[in-house]
C-alpha cells in the first residue's frame, strides 16, 4: 500500500488524499468518513476536507441516503489512472508551446558538476531522451546496458543515432560501431597484447548539437559534467565523430597496415609519448576533492583513446 501511495503522490494527490483513495478503493463497498479514517490513517480532523478533495477532483463520488448521510466511492482505478494519462499529457503539451515563450536568452551557458555515478547516469537518461534530431555517443558496455533501453527508443522516434562502443555489443542499436583501433590500453611497443580495462572508462553523450554530458568512472567513483555551451558540445560531439572515423578507417584499410603506420609514424609516435595521461586524469579524477575540469586537457583526436 505505502507504494502505491507514494506513486499517486507522484502524480499530484496530496498523502491524505492517496492514502483516502487507497481505502476506498480496497473497501470493496461505500464508506463514510469515519470508516475511510478509521481504516487509512487519515486524521478525523481532516477526512471530510480529504474526501471532498478527492470528490472535486472526480477521484471520488457522494452517495447519499435516505438518513442524509454520506458515503463515498472511488472512481475505478483504471479510469483514474487513464484520466491522469490524459490530463499529464494535455499538460506536457500546453508546457512545450509556453514554456519555451518566456524563457529568456542565457546570460551564461549551463554547465554543473555531477559527483557520482547516479547523477552522471541520471543526467545521460535525460541527454537520451530528449534527443529529437541526433544523438552521439562513445559508451562502454557497463553504462550501454543501462541506457540501451532509451537509446533505442531514441532511434525508433527518428533519431539519428551514432555510438561508438567499447567491446563487442550484445544487441547494436543505431549506427553502432565497435572500438577495435586503436584496443583501449593497447600496449604499442609490442609488449604484450592489448586489452580492454573498463575500471577506467569515458562516457560521452551528446544531443542534438544542443548539450553535452562528459563523465568518467574510475576505481569505483564516478565524475562528470553537463553542458550546453556549444563550444564544449561541438568538442563532444567531434571528439566521437573522429573516433568512428578513425575506427572505418582502420577497418577498411586493415588494422596490421594500421597498426604499422601507428607504430612507425613520427608525428603519432610524439603522441602515444604520453599515452597514459587520460587513463591518468581518469585516476585523478576520482581521488576526493579533485575537480575534473581544471584537469590539463588530453592529447588531441589523433592520439590514441587510452582508458587502461
Known amino acids: 500500500m505505502r507504494d502505491v501511495v507514494e506513486q499517486l503522490q507522484r502524480l499530484g494527490m496530496s498523502g491524505y488524499e492517496a492514502k483516502a483513495y487507497v481505502t476506498l478503493v480496497g473497501a470493496g463497498q461505500p464508506l463514510n468518513g469515519y470508516e475511510v479514517a478509521k481504516r487509512s490513517g487519515v486524521p478525523r480532523s481532516t477526512v471530510y476536507e480529504t474526501l471532498g ?32 494519462r490524459r490530463e499529464f499529457t494535455d499538460s506536457i503539451e500546453s508546457l512545450e508551446v509556453s514554456l519555451p515563450a518566456i524563457v529568456a536568452p542565457p546570460k551564461a551557458y549551463l554547465i554543473h558538476n555531477l559527483k557520482d555515478a547516479g547523477a552522471l547516469l541520471a543526467r545521460a537518461e535525460d541527454v537520451v531522451a530528449g534527443a529529437r534530431g541526433d544523438l552521439f555517443l562513445s559508451i562502454w558496455p557497463e553504462e550501454m546496458g543501462l541506457l540501451s533501453s532509451l537509446i533505442r527508443r531514441a532511434v525508433e522516434r527518428g533519431v539519428e543515432t551514432s555510438v561508438m562502443h567499447f567491446g563487442a555489443a550484445r544487441e547494436p542499436v543505431g549506427n553502432l560501431y565497435e572500438h577495435r583501433f586503436p584496443f583501449p590500453g593497447a600496449v604499442h611497443e609490442g609488449e604484450g597484447t592489448a586489452k580492454e580495462n573498463p575500471d577506467h572508462r569515458l562516457l560521452v553523450v551528446a544531443g542534438d548539437r544542443r548539450e553535452a554530458l562528459i563523465g568518467g568512472f574510475a576505481g569505483g567513483t ?4 553537463y553542458t550546453e555551451d556549444p563550444a564544449v558540445v561541438a568538442m563532444a560531439v567531434e571528439y566521437v565523430r573522429q573516433d568512428i572515423a578513425l575506427q572505418i578507417v582502420a577497418d577498411r584499410v586493415g588494422h596490421e597496415t594500421m597498426r604499422g603506420i601507428w607504430a612507425t609514424d613520427p608525428d603519432l609516435r610524439r603522441f602515444l609519448a604520453d599515452r597514459d595521461r587520460p587513463a591518468a586524469l581518469l585516476r585523478a579524477a576520482g581521488a576526493p576533492g579533485h ?7 588530453s592529447p588531441g583526436p589523433l592520439a590514441p583513446h587510452d582508458h587502461s
Open 291 to 297: 575537480r575534473p575540469y581544471g584537469s590539463p586537457p
Open 222 to 225: 564516478a565524475w562528470g559534467v
Open 53 to 84: 478533495k478527492l470528490v472535486a477532483k472526480g477521484a471520488a463520488y457522494e452517495l447519499r441516503g435516505s438518513d442524509d448521510a454520506t458515503d463515498y466511492l472511488p472512481l475505478p482505478p483504471r479510469s483514474l489512472l487513464e484520466r491522469m
